[in-house]
């Protein structure tokens, strides 16, 4: 019983994860942030979700597929996000560090600061 409620509990925090990171690549601004969501989406979300199966698997064998495949996951995915931002940076793309637009249109209310008024 227990084995059943933890593994349901990673499988429902890891389908979480994956919904969440990718609704995080649709909606986010820019590259880099778009990459922040699918490295979300792939570590969490596919680690998690592995964690949860190991719980339901009936042998030894298929319970050490998964820590592999688990092993895995977490080494390439970050290593590849990694090196996708970098290869992004050397070729010239720079992150957008101040997205704070107004949203009506209005453009007197972000860059007045030092007018006087």
């Known amino acids: 019983m227990v084995m059943d409620i933890l593994s349901w509990?990673?499988?429902?925090?890891?389908?979480?994860?994956?919904?969440?990171?990718?609704?995080?690549?649709?909606?986010?601004?820019?590259?880099?942030?778009?990459?922040?969501?699918?490295?979300?989406?792939?570590?969490?979300?596919?680690?998690?979700?592995?964690?949860?199966?190991?719980?339901?698997?009936?042998?030894?064998?298929?319970?050490?597929?998964?820590?592999?495949?688990?092993?895995?996951?977490?080494?390439?995915s970050p290593s590849s996000c990694y090196a996708l931002a970098h290869s992004a940076l050397v070729h010239g793309l720079k992150p957008v560090l101040d997205v704070t637009k107004p949203s009506n249109g209005d453009s007197t209310a972000s860059n007045d600061e030092g007018s006087g008024s």
């Not at 979300?45 to 030894?60: E, K, P, R, W």
């Open 9 to 76: 509990a990673f499988l429902l925090s890891g389908s979480a994860f994956s919904i969440i990171g990718g609704i995080g690549i649709v909606r986010l601004p820019e590259f880099f942030s778009r990459m922040h969501g699918a490295g979300i989406t792939d570590t969490m979300g596919a680690g998690l979700i592995t964690i949860g199966l190991m719980f339901q698997a009936d042998s030894f064998l298929v319970g050490f597929k998964l820590f592999a495949i688990l092993f895995f996951l977490m080494v390439t």
